[in-house]
C-alpha cells in the first residue's frame, strides 16, 4: 500500500511524514527504510503478530507494510506546471490513496500561505488543481476519440462517459463521487484513466495538541474539514503533527505514558493506519511458526486461493485446503495442536473468505 502525503505549505506536511515514518521506522529486517529522500516504509502496529512471535519463539517477526510518499511542490496553478507540479502530479498518480493534510491550528509563529487559516479553501485550491489536471487528461481521450466514435458505437459509448465525468469535474466534484455505470465496459474505461480526484482521500486535520482530547470535537477548523469530507465520502483522522514529531523521539513505553497524560488513546499512525485500511477495504490475516510470524495484507472480501497467492503463486495455483484458526483462540490455547483438540481449526475449501485475525496455514501441491 502506498500512501501519499499532500497540503499547501506550512501545513504540517512534512512534519508529518517526518515523525511517522520515523515513528514506524523498519527493524533490520527491511534494511532499506528510505528508498528515496521522501519515500518512507513503516511497519504496521499491529500488537497481534508480536503476541505471536512470541508464542512460536520465531526467529523473525514481520509485520505489513506502508509506504509514504511526501509529495511536494503543490502550489495554486501546480496542474499548469507552476513550482514542482508536473513531478507533483506524476508521483500523486502512482499511489493508492491520497492524504490530504489541512491546517485546523492557529498559531501567528507560522504563517499561512494564503494569510489565514481556512480548511474549506485550502482542501478547494488542492482539489482544484487536481480536477483541472483529470480535465486536461479527459479532453485528450475526448480529441482521440471523437471522430471515430460517429462510426463505432463502442467508442461512442466511452465518449459519453468521458463527456459526463468531465462535466461533474467542472461542476467542482471529485470524480471519485462520479456514479459510474455499473456495466464492466464503463467501469474498465473510467479505471483506465487514473484521474486523480478519483484516488480515495484521507483528511488528516492537524491541530495543537489541546484539541487532540477531545478528537477535535471543539475546534470549528476540524468540523469543516469533518463537513467536506462526508459530502466526498472520505475518512477524516486528528492529529498534532508537532505531538507526532516529539512521540518519535520516545519507545514505546514513554510513548504510551505520554499519550495517557494527554487523554489520548492511539498516536497519529494508529490512526493513519486504521483510516487508510478502512478506506481501501483493507484487512489483515497472519501466518505463523518459528521461522517468522508475518502479516499480510489483502482486501475484504478475499477468499482462501488468491490470500494464498499474497505468499506465493504457487500457493494459489496448486491450492488444497487452507487450516484456519483466529488468532485469539491460538494464543489463549497456547498451540495449533491444543485449538484442534477443541475443534477451533477449520480445514477451509476454495470458497472461504479469509476473516481479519486468522492465522492460516495453507496446503498446497504444485
Known amino acids: 500500500m502506498k500512501l501519499g502525503i499532500v497540503g499547501l505549505p506550512n501545513v504540517g506536511k512534512s512534519t508529518l511524514f517526518n515523525s511517522l515514518t520515523k515513528a514506524g521506522a523498519l527493524a533490520a529486517n527491511y534494511p532499506f527504510a528510505t528508498i528515496d529522500p521522501n519515500v518512507g516504509v513503516v511497519q504496521v502496529p499491529d500488537e497481534r503478530i508480536e503476541k505471536l512471535g512470541e508464542l512460536y519463539n520465531t526467529k523473525?517477526?514481520?509485520?505489513?507494510v506502508i509506504d509514504f510518499v511526501d509529495i511536494a511542490g503543490l502550489v495554486k496553478g501546480a496542474s499548469k506546471g507552476e513550482g514542482l507540479g508536473n513531478q507533483f502530479l506524476a508521483n500523486i498518480r502512482e499511489v493508492d490513496a491520497i492524504v490530504h493534510v489541512v491546517r485546523c491550528f492557529e498559531d501567528t509563529n507560522v504563517v499561512h500561505v494564503d494569510g489565514n487559516v481556512s480548511p474549506a479553501r485550502d482542501i478547494e485550491t488542492i482539489n482544484f488543481e487536481l480536477i483541472f489536471s483529470d480535465i486536461e487528461i479527459l479532453d485528450r481521450r475526448i480529441a482521440k476519440i471523437s471522430k471515430q466514435a460517429r462510426m463505432d458505437k463502442t467508442l461512442a459509448r466511452e465518449l459519453e462517459l468521458v463527456e459526463a465525468i468531465k462535466a461533474h469535474l467542472e461542476a467542482g466534484k471529485m470524480a471519485r463521487t462520479f456514479e459510474v455505470p455499473e456495466?464492466?465496459?464503463?467501469?474498465?474505461?473510467?479505471?483506465?484513466?487514473?484521474?486523480?480526484?478519483?484516488?480515495?482521500?484521507?483528511?488528516?486535520a492537524n491541530v495543537a495538541e489541546d484539541d487532540l482530547a477531545d478528537d477535535g470535537e471543539s475546534n470549528v477548523h476540524v468540523a469543516a474539514v469533518r463537513k467536506m469530507a462526508a459530502e466526498e465520502g472520505s475518512e477524516v483522522f486528528v492529529v498534532s503533527a508537532r505531538l507526532e514529531e516529539e512521540l518519535s523521539e520516545l519507545d514505546d513505553e514513554e510513548k504510551a505514558m505520554f499519550l495517557a497524560d494527554l487523554g489520548v488513546e492511539s498516536s497519529g499512525l494508529d490512526k493513519l493506519v486504521s483510516a487508510s485500511y478502512k478506506l481501501l477495504n483493507l484487512m489483515s490475516f497472519l501466518t505463523a511458526?518459528?521461522?517468522?510470524?508475518?502479516?499480510?495484507?489483502?482486501?475484504?472480501?478475499?477468499?482462501?486461493?488468491?490470500?494464498?497467492?499474497?505468499?506465493?503463486?504457487?500457493?494459489?495455483?496448486?491450492?488444497?485446503?487452507a487450516e484456519v484458526v483466529n488468532y485469539k483462540?491460538?494464543?489463549?490455547?497456547?498451540?495449533?495442536?491444543?485449538?484442534r483438540e477443541k475443534g477451533l481449526v477449520g480445514m477451509e475449501g476454495k470458497d472461504y473468505v479469509v476473516q481479519d485475525g486468522d492465522v492460516i496455514l495453507f496446503r498446497f501441491n504444485v
Open 329 to 339: 483462540n491460538l494464543l489463549e490455547l497456547g498451540s495449533l495442536a491444543a485449538a
Open 289 to 321: 511458526g518459528e521461522d517468522e510470524c508475518r502479516a499480510w495484507t489483502i482486501k475484504v472480501g478475499t477468499k482462501a486461493p488468491q490470500a494464498a497467492g499474497k505468499i506465493h503463486t504457487d500457493f494459489e495455483r496448486g491450492f488444497i485446503k
Open 60 to 64: 523473525k517477526v514481520t509485520h505489513a
Open 183 to 204: 456495466d464492466e465496459d464503463s467501469i474498465i474505461w473510467f479505471d483506465s484513466y487514473n484521474l486523480l480526484t478519483a484516488k480515495p482521500t484521507i483528511y488528516a
